[in-house]
């Protein structure tokens, strides 16, 4: 399927490795040029030089962080610089701390927003104005299966990437008319350093290993397994894509049947 995104300039978050590093890559196999980010500058640049030599497209690689304000304008700044514009928005940053409520101070939480919320609005309040002077856009967010049924043990999560699905789910009414779309992806569970990091938290909370906790995220998923960050990425390209051009404001689980709702 031509997905008819080749020469648009894709804003990636948080892709030097996991989920952003499988979008990255699959936008690349699109002909999309990129802007990736991370706070890792050797990793970004080492992913950002893989992208180049595999795909032959340009790939801008901006080390920032975009937990605080300036971190984020640095980064849409450069990605402007560099493009002209931004055509595609995938927002991603790193989960919060897991564990139950007590276990979370007020600066926890305020961390939480920052890091998963505010990052979101910043991007997006960059990246907005010129997609709408042009008639078209794409802004897909990274959210959680959690914003349809909560995990256990991630209270942070399940709060701050619901405040974001409310946020997306408005914004798209609101951009409709002028070609942009804004969706959100819902990853199950998926084999990346982020679930990797779960499971050893599990192990050290409840005595078990981490190979355990891992095998009661499959039995709890009807595939048996877990997912792949590649098979999350097509269903983000797709929505990035001119096929998708009439999807909006959707949160869609990629997650093996995970979630047990009707919707």
């Known amino acids: 399927m031509n997905l008819g995104i080749e020469d648009r300039v894709a804003l990636v978050a ?5 989920l952003g590093r499988a979008v990255a890559e699959e936008l690349a196999a699109e002909g999309v040029r990129l802007v990736m ?13 893989e992208i180049r030599e595999a795909h032959g497209v340009p790939v801008e690689a901006i080390a920032t962080d975009l937990s ?4 984020v304008t640095y980064l849409v700044e450069g990605a402007q610089d560099r493009f002209g514009t931004v055509d595609i928005l995938f927002t991603n940053t790193g989960g919060p701390p897991s564990g139950p409520f007590q276990d979370h101070d007020l600066d926890t939480w305020r961390h939480a927003v920052k890091q998963n919320l505010e990052s979101v609005l910043l991007l997006i309040q960059g990246v907005l104005p010129g997609m709408q002077a042009q008639g078209w856009g794409r802004i897909v967010n990274c959210t959680s299966v959690a914003v349809k049924q909560p995990v256990d043990g991630l209270i942070l999560s399940n709060s ?21 779309t804004v969706n959100n ?18 192990s050290e909370r409840e005595g078990i290993t981490e190979d355990a906790a891992r095998s009661a995220w499959e039995e709890a998923t009807p595939m048996g397994r877990l997912g792949e960050p590649s098979e999350f990425a097509a269903m983000v390209a797709f929505l990035c894509s001119e096929r998708a051009a009439y999807v909006t404001g959707t949160s869609i689980p990629v997650d093996g049947g995970w979630v047990r709702g009707l919707l």
């Open 14 to 18: 948080a892709s030097s490795r996991g």
């Open 37 to 49: 980010c991370a706070r890792g500058e050797e990793t970004l640049n080492q992913a950002a030089d």
């Open 68 to 71: 605080t304000p300036d971190g």
């Open 160 to 180: 701050v990437r619901a405040a974001v699905t409310g946020m997306a789910r408005t914004l798209a009414n609101e951009v409709a008319a002028d070609g942009v």
């Open 185 to 202: 992806v819902l990853p199950g569970f998926t084999r990346t350093e982020r679930l990797q990091d779960l499971a050893r938290s599990i």
